[in-house]
Antibody, heavy 117, light 106 residues
């Protein structure tokens, strides 16, 4: 069974740094890219970016580039989303999701991590 | 940048058919995927590649895509189908989500 298990809720102050995680199991971690998706309170889904675990190649939505960093550790099958300086506007639920195939759909999602700044 | 347009809300009577549209420039040339999200839960894939349904999703969910509009259809709508629905495509190496549609079952 494929599972994406995310780290727990965080409460931070503006300017602080933060890294949240998404641990994958039940499949070959390097076979599928992982994306991060933001959902601000009462709002819709926004894609932040993705990473290919094979070579750590990343793509970011332009509006997020430079503000967040996506990385992976293949030894522990875990993807990360990091901020070096949080803003109040980063308050949201963040989901990781596994891309299933080249058509680009996400069949598996983490449970979400609530970040409050 | 590519944009996807969804109605903010759709209402359907219990047992009737609901259609949720997703508009985009020549969206018929893209693969469209649909997600259902209930309050406090992560999104769940309900349709992939325009019209394919994961095995765990009820048969009453179907999809189509042509021209500038993709449509998610829910036949014989049930109370448990109430949720937010999002369409999604890839464009220029980025993922685009529609704004989401709240489905209400009356």
């Amino acid at each position: 069974e494929v599972q994406l298990v995310q780290s727990g809720a965080e409460v931070k102050k503006p300017g602080e740094s933060l890294r949240i995680s998404c641990k994958a199991s039940g499949y070959s971690f390097t076979s599928h890219s992982i994306s991060w998706v933001r959902q601000m309170p009462g709002q819709g889904l926004e894609w932040l970016g993705r990473i290919d675990p094979v070579d750590s190649e990343t793509n970011y939505r332009p509006s997020f580039e430079g503000h967040v960093t996506i990385s992976v550790d293949t030894f522990v099958s875990t993807a990360y989303l990091k901020w070096s300086s949080l803003k109040a506007s980063d308050t949201a639920i963040y989901y990781c999701a596994r891309r299933r195939d080249i058509s680009g759909y996400y069949g598996d999602w983490g449970q979400g991590t609530l970040v409050t700044v | 940048s590519y944009e996807l347009t969804q109605p903010l809300s759709v209402s359907v009577a219990l047992g009737q058919t609901a259609g949720i549209t997703c508009g985009g420039n020549n969206i018929g040339s893209k693969n469209v995927h649909w997600y259902q999200q209930k309050p406090g839960q992560a999104p769940v894939l309900v349709i992939y590649r325009d019209s394919n349904r994961p095995s765990e999703i009820p048969e009453r969910f179907s999809g189509s895509n042509s021209g500038d509009t993709a449509t998610l259809t829910i036949n014989r709508a049930q109370v448990e189908d109430e949720a937010d629905f999002y369409c999604q495509v890839w464009d220029s190496s980025t993922v685009v989500f529609g704004g989401g549609t709240k489905l209400t079952v009356l």
